[in-house]
C-alpha cells in the first residue's frame, strides 16, 4: 500500500502542507464503479453466467475468471454471491 504523498503548496499567499492519497489500484476503481452503476441482482447474475466460460483460449478463460472474481467481491464475498444467486433461483 501507498503511503500518503505530504505536498507543500500556496493558500492565501503562505505555504501550507497538505497530504495526498495514493491513487486507487484499477481493480478498487473498477469494483466502485461497479457498485455505483450496477444493481447487486445484476452483478450476481453477471458472475453466475461468467464463472461456467470458456473459450479455449487460457489467457481470455484467466481473464474473464478475474473479472467473475471482481464481480463476487464487488458483492461481498463468496457468501453474499450465494445467498443472491439462491434468492435469485440461478
Same mark, same amino acid.
Given at each position: 500500500?501507498?503511503?500518503?504523498?505530504?505536498?507543500?503548496?500556496?493558500h492565501?499567499?503562505?505555504?501550507?502542507?497538505?497530504?495526498?492519497?495514493?491513487?486507487?489500484?484499477?481493480?478498487?476503481?473498477?469494483?466502485?464503479?461497479?457498485?455505483?452503476?450496477?444493481?447487486?441482482?445484476? /452483478?450476481?447474475?453477471? &458472475?453466475?453466467? *461468467?464463472?461456467?466460460?470458456?473459450c =479455449? %483460449?487460457?489467457?481470455?478463460? #484467466?481473464? /474473464?475468471?478475474?473479472? &467473475?472474481?471482481? *464481480?463476487?467481491?464487488?458483492?461481498? =464475498? %463468496?457468501?453474499?454471491?450465494? #445467498?443472491?444467486?439462491?434468492?435469485?433461483?440461478?
Amino acid at each position: 500500500m501507498n503511503e500518503m504523498e505530504i505536498q507543500t503548496v500556496k493558500h492565501n499567499g503562505r505555504k501550507v502542507r497538505r497530504t495526498v492519497p495514493p491513487d486507487p489500484a484499477p481493480a478498487e476503481i473498477l469494483i466502485d464503479a461497479i457498485k455505483d452503476n450496477i444493481s447487486p441482482e445484476a /452483478v450476481a447474475v453477471i &458472475a453466475a453466467y *461468467l464463472q461456467p466460460v470458456h473459450c =479455449g %483460449d487460457e489467457r481470455v478463460d #484467466r481473464q /474473464v475468471q478475474w473479472f &467473475a472474481e471482481q *464481480l463476487v467481491e464487488a458483492l461481498g =464475498g %463468496d457468501d453474499a454471491f450465494n #445467498r443472491m444467486c439462491d434468492e435469485l433461483g440461478l
